[in-house]
C-alpha cells in the first residue's frame, strides 16, 4: 500500500470534532468510528493528495520518532479505514 | 427564534380542542396504540376509539368515542402526542427527566425502569426544582447555545417510587398504566435554560460519575426509545442531519455515565451522591 494518494470519500461520512476527538459516522449504515491522539492525527493527515509514505513521514515528525518506528502501525489503521469503507488509495 | 417565541409557539400547537379525527392520513388505518406521522400531520389511534389528530399550524383535535378515559387521553396528549408535535415543530425530544440548578437544566436519561423520574423526584429534597418529566425538549434554534423547554409538571411514580422519594402521591395515570401522578417537592421552572449535562442512569455495584467521551455521548444519543423514532420520522431527518444535532447536544454539555445502587436501602445515599455531584459542578465549564 505505498504510492498512491490516499483520500476520504466524499458523501460516505459525517465528521464531527468534539474536544480532542473526532467521531466520524457511515451514512449508509449508520457505523460510528472515534479517533482520537494518534488515529485523529492521521485522519487528519489524509489529505487526497499524500500517500502512506507521506503520512506517515508526518506523523514521525510530529512524535519526533524515526518514521520507521511507527509505519507498520499506520500502514494497519490505514487498512482498517479503508475495511471500514472511510477512505479509498488511488 | 427567541426562546419565549418557542414556548409560545409550543402552546399554541399543543391547544386542544375536541372534535372529529380522520382515522388514517394515508389509507391505511391504524392499530390500536399505534402512532403515524405523515408531512405535517400526527394521527395517533388510542387503545379503543380514540383518535388524536394534529396537523401543524392548526393544533390537536381529540376524537373521543365511547368507552375512552379521560386519563388515557392525558395519557396520550402528555406522551406521544407531544413528543410529535414538538418534532414537527423543530424541536428534538429526549426521553428524559430534569432538575434545574444554578439557572442550568441537569437532565437523565436511560432504559425504561432505569429511574428517571424517581431520581428528579428525590433531588427535590435537596431544593432542585422539576424541569421536566419523561421529555425533555431541546430547542436547537439558536446555533451559539443548546436550550431546553420546560415541560411537564406532574411527575409519574410508581408506588415504590412514591415511597422512595416520599412525595406525595396524587391521581393514578391512567387505568392501565401502573403509575401515578405527584407534585415535584422544590417546585417547578417555567423558563427555558441551557443544558449543562445530560446523564445516562445505571445501576451498578458502585456509585460512579463518569465523564462519556464524544463518541460515545453520540451513540448513546441514538436510543431506541420511541421518542427518538417519533423524532426521526417527524422531523424527516436523515442520518446527516440527526447526526449533527446529536454531535451539537454532546458538544454543549457534560455527557455522564452515572451508576447508581440498584438496593432500595441505598436509595437515599444514591441522592446525595448525585446531590453532590451536581453541585460541585457549578462553575465548571461543560
Not at chain 1, 7 to 13: D, M
Not at chain 2, 82 to 95: I, K, M, R, T
Not at chain 2, 177 to 196: F, H, Q, S, T, W
Not at chain 2, 246 to 266: F, G, H, N, Q, Y
Amino acid at each position: 500500500m505505498t504510492g498512491s494518494a490516499i483520500r476520504k470519500i466524499a458523501g460516505r461520512f459525517s465528521e464531527s470534532a468534539i474536544d480532542d476527538e473526532i467521531v466520524l459516522m457511515r451514512l449508509d449504515n449508520g457505523d460510528f468510528f472515534s479517533l482520537s491522539g494518534t488515529s485523529r492525527l492521521i485522519w487528519e493527515l489524509i489529505d487526497g493528495e499524500r500517500d502512506l509514505a507521506q503520512i506517515g513521514a508526518m506523523a514521525a515528525a510530529q512524535y519526533a520518532v524515526p518514521a520507521t518506528t511507527i509505519a507498520d502501525d499506520i500502514a494497519d489503521f490505514v487498512s482498517a479505514l479503508i475495511e471500514a469503507g472511510l477512505v479509498a488509495q488511488g | 427564534m427567541t426562546l419565549s417565541a418557542a414556548q409560545e409557539l409550543l402552546a399554541h400547537e399543543t391547544r386542544v380542542t375536541f372534535g372529529t379525527a380522520p382515522r388514517h392520513l394515508d389509507g391505511d388505518g391504524l392499530e390500536p396504540s399505534q402512532l403515524q406521522l405523515l408531512g405535517d400531520e400526527l394521527l395517533l389511534r388510542g387503545r379503543g376509539e380514540l383518535f388524536i389528530h394534529y396537523r401543524k399550524g392548526h393544533g390537536i383535535v381529540v376524537d373521543q368515542g365511547p368507552g375512552v378515559e379521560e386519563d388515557e387521553i392525558a395519557s396520550w396528549l402528555n406522551g406521544s402526542v407531544y413528543s410529535g408535535v414538538a418534532s414537527l415543530n423543530g424541536f428534538l425530544p429526549l426521553h428524559a427527566s430534569a432538575i434545574a440548578h444554578d439557572g442550568k437544566v441537569h437532565a437523565f436519561t436511560g432504559a425504561s425502569g432505569a429511574g428517571k423520574s424517581t431520581l428528579a423526584t428525590g433531588l427535590g429534597r435537596f431544593g432542585f426544582p422539576l424541569f421536566c418529566d419523561d421529555t425533555l425538549l431541546i430547542d436547537l434554534s439558536n446555533p451559539d447555545q443548546v436550550m431546553c423547554l420546560p415541560g411537564h409538571k406532574r411527575l409519574k411514580l410508581t408506588q415504590t417510587a412514591v415511597e422512595l422519594t416520599g412525595a406525595t402521591p396524587c391521581a393514578r395515570v391512567a387505568s392501565f398504566i401502573d403509575k401515578v401522578y405527584a407534585r415535584p417537592l422544590a417546585g417547578i421552572v417555567n423558563e427555558p435554560m441551557p443544558l449543562a449535562e445530560l446523564a445516562f442512569l445505571e445501576f451498578g455495584g458502585s456509585r460512579t460519575a463518569a465523564r462519556l467521551s464524544a463518541g460515545e455521548s453520540i451513540m448513546r444519543l441514538e436510543d431506541g426509545h420511541q421518542t427518538a423514532q417519533i423524532f426521526q420520522s417527524a422531523a424527516q431527518i436523515d442520518r446527516a442531519r440527526y447526526f449533527a444535532a446529536r454531535t451539537r447536544i454532546a458538544a454543549s454539555a457534560r455527557m455522564t455515565r452515572l451508576v447508581r445502587l440498584a438496593d432500595p436501602d441505598e436509595f437515599d445515599a444514591n441522592l446525595a451522591f448525585v446531590a453532590a455531584h451536581i453541585t460541585a459542578r457549578e462553575g465548571s465549564p461543560a
